[in-house]
């Protein structure tokens, strides 16, 4: 079945640098998601990027997608302890329906 | 705006017990979801609601696991009878408009363990 799969799975930097990572899946997609998850928060969206759109940006995340190679990235600029995290893509297989990835664990050191 | 609401939080059960889960979407929110996250993974989507109507169960195991939504607004996941693989954090998520994309609000989740 049709699913992101992140990597590199796990990530640690220091507070300030940029954190990208990576996400593949197999089939056609309407639009694909990146979600966060800390155990303060729960699962919260962060950005949707629609099929026909490459790049997109929200604040500090920047995230791109390349439907020819069925791919995406999202990038953290500056990044905080606050982003110390999972960070999940999901991909919309219609309807709404999401499939997520295994997801990539983010450890941001003061 | 008051989030997604579950409860319980936390629930121990044996196996072959059986146990159920509520969820209260956001007000006005036309779409419900179930998913399952089993510890070190994504959430997998078990069932889909518009309204009180399944969009999607095509993941549920039938034979153990139902749903339901009465009235369109609040919703429970049964488990019956309930084996120690299903021990996870199950998740309920709401969104706005059917069919639209658009992000989908998440529940904090109930953690389920088996023993």
């Known amino acids: 079945s049709q699913q992101g799969e992140e990597d590199p799975q796990a990530l640690s930097i220091q507070e300030g640098e940029n954190a990208t990572m990576n996400c593949s899946y197999k089939t056609s997609i309407n639009n694909l998601q990146w979600y966060r998850q800390n155990s303060g928060r729960g699962l919260v969206h962060l950005i949707l990027?629609?099929?026909?759109?490459r790049e997109k940006h929200s604040g500090r995340l920047r995230v791109t997608l390349d439907t020819s190679k069925k791919s995406s990235s999202l990038l953290i600029t500056a990044s905080r302890a606050a982003d110390t995290a999972s960070y999940f893509c999901a991909t919309d297989r219609g309807n709404n329906r999401l499939a997520f990835g295994k997801g990539n664990q983010v450890v941001v050191i003061p | 705006e008051a989030g997604v609401a579950q409860s319980p939080r936390y629930k121990i059960i044996e196996k072959r017990q059986s146990v159920a889960f509520w969820c209260n979407p956001i007000s006005g929110h036309a779409t419900l979801y179930w998913y399952q996250q089993i510890l070190g993974q994504g959430p997998k989507l078990l069932i889909q609601f518009q309204n009180n109507g399944v969009v999607d169960d095509s993941q549920l195991p039938k034979d153990r696991f139902s749903a339901e939504r009465l009235k369109g607004v609040d919703s429970t996941l049964k488990i019956q009878p309930a084996k120690l693989e299903d021990s996870a954090v199950y998740l309920c998520?709401?969104?706005?408009?059917?069919?639209?994309?658009?992000?989908?609000?998440f529940g904090p989740g109930t953690r389920l363990t088996v023993t």
């Open positions: 990027i629609r099929s026909n759109e």
């Open positions: 998520a709401s969104s706005l408009v059917p069919g639209l994309a658009g992000e989908q609000y």
